[in-house]
């Protein structure tokens, strides 16, 4: 994409996805604006994390593979950032005559939200803040192990969306933080996540789910799936270990995402035993 020269104390920052975004706040920097990716445009229900971080930052919707460029020219900034993807670098020549863009690495680093952290530190001189982010987000996951030490306790996220029931893995966002707790289970292959089928949801090993509707639609087709006798042969259903979690939370990605994601973990495992 060629070398980008990054403004010293960039005022007018851009960002352009929820990822970007998370990460430029958890490091302490606040964005003028950001464009998010919705599937609907509207970002009426943004994740319950970032509602209270995000006052007095412009947010606008976009439900194509790209944001409108007529509007980022107009908010005038001084640096984009963007994770990168396929979208982001079609288009970043005409991003670039807008002002300097930074595609921060993503997919060649397979989707690596800790890696990605540290990548957005480099470009806003914040380092060390993301160091110690990721130290005190490995402090706290070993306290929550300790705390959990003697319960042997298997959990997964799973999330309803299109009519159809998804299984998160090992390589996922909330899959790998449930793997720093030796939480994941150990048949959890290496993708994201894989549809599980009606007749399939008995062989979920896990003892606690954590369950999230894609969109609003969606969760009217989790309380039917919660009629159906198959569901009740699941096993954390038997032990009435199914906990609603946030779908975009636990979707995630971003630093952010990961701290409310163990709140989560306390919340059902620590503070109601």
Known sequence: MGETCIPLNPQRIVTLDILSLGD???????????????????????????????????????STSQPN???ILQLKPDLIITPSDPSSKEQYQQLSHIAPTVLVPWAEISRDWKQHL????????????????LINYYQ??????????????????????????YLTQKNSFSGTILNDLGLLSPKSSNDLALPISEESWSEIDSDVIFIGCYQKDDCS????????????????????????????????????ASDAVLDDIEKYLLDRK
Request: charged share 25%.
């Open 24 to 62: 430029t706040l958890a490091l302490g920097v606040k964005p003028i604006a950001s464009a998010i990716w919705s599937p609907t445009e509207s970002l009426s229900e943004m994740p319950p994390y970032l509602r209270d971080k995000i006052n007095g930052i412009v947010l606008h919707g976009f």
């Open 69 to 71: 460029l007529e509007t």
């Open 118 to 133: 540290k990548e957005t530190a480099k470009v806003l001189d914040k380092t060390e803040i993301a160091d110690r982010l």
């Open 140 to 165: 706290r996951v070993e306290k929550i192990k300790q705390m959990l030490q003697n319960k042997p306790t298997l959990a997964s996220f799973i999330y309803v969306g299109n009519g159809g029931v």
């Open 221 to 256: 087709t989790l309380e039917a799936i919660k009629r159906k006798p198959l569901w009740s042969k699941v096993n954390a259903v038997k032990q009435n270990q199914v906990f609603p979690v946030d779908f975009q939370t636990w979707y995630g990605f971003d630093f952010l």
